[in-house]
């Protein structure tokens, strides 16, 4: 069955340095990529999305890459600070519409001052 | 523009009892769907809707009913909640439904069924 994994462990990073999130997938072959940030109490919000034919995309200090061949994507923060201390979630896309596999479990990330 | 909203933000039911979840969107979004987080199991889909007028199930749809009332609003029905519904339900909206398409997300319903 097609399965999203994300570390589900928090991962606890200084600030100022790069944190690097994963996100895996298994019987899956995704056109594209999307991650989001979800704070306590609140919904999540859309950051970036990749495509297949797009190795990597960056938005000021976020850079996601997308490897087909290893099946992940990765999340890079880089000069990480304390506000970027969330929940990071990636949600595969196959083409076509609607698919009932949507989100990843998502990494708690903590930038600690 | 308010984006998404919902009603109620907390609700504590009794097991056997029905409730409502509202949502509604003011961006003109076709597609509307709702979603369960539970810890470790992140966003899961309950039900979608691509277009008013229609509706189909997700991942976990098991006792829940919807209603796309019309294009802004969406509901969530729980006939007889049970425990293993408590949960934070998620209304989201999409303008196309389309995969590429950014989900827009309300702040939730953090229900509670004792």
């Known amino acids: 069955s097609q399965k999203i994994e994300q570390n589900s462990e928090a991962l606890n990073i200084q600030e100022g340095k790069t944190a690097t999130l994963t996100c895996n997938y298994t019987?899956?072959?995704?056109?594209?990529l999307q991650w989001y940030r979800q704070d306590p109490g609140r919904g999540p919000v859309f950051l970036l999305l990749i495509r297949e034919n797009e190795k990597e995309k960056r938005k000021e200090r976020l850079k996601v890459t997308f490897d087909t061949t290893l099946k992940q994507s990765l999340f890079h923060i880089t000069a990480s600070q304390p506000a970027d201390s969330a929940t990071y979630l990636c949600?595969?896309?196959?083409?076509?519409?609607?698919?009932?596999?949507?989100f990843g479990t998502g990494t708690k990330l903590q930038v600690i001052p | 523009n308010a984006g998404v909203t919902q009603t109620p933000k907390f609700q504590v039911l009794k097991t056997g009892q029905s409730m409502t979840l509202q949502c509604a969107q003011d961006?003109?979004?076709?597609?509307m769907y709702w979603y369960r987080q539970d810890p470790g199991m992140g966003l899961r889909l309950i039900y979608y809707?691509?277009?008013?007028?229609?509706?189909d199930k997700g991942e976990v749809p098991n006792g829940y009913n919807v209603s796309r009332l019309n294009k802004r609003e969406f509901s969530l029905r729980l006939e007889s909640a049970a425990p293993s519904q408590t949960s934070v339900y998620f209304c989201?909206?999409?303008?196309?439904?389309?995969?590429?398409?950014?989900?827009?997300f309300g702040p939730g319903t953090r229900l509670t069924v004792l």
């Open positions: 019987n899956y072959s995704p056109a594209y």
């Open positions: 989201a909206s999409s303008e196309t439904g389309q995969p590429t398409d950014t989900q827009y």
């Open positions: 949600a595969p896309r196959r083409s076509g519409g609607y698919q009932k596999v949507t």
């Open positions: 809707s691509a277009s008013e007028g229609t509706t």
């Open positions: 961006m003109n979004h076709n597609s």
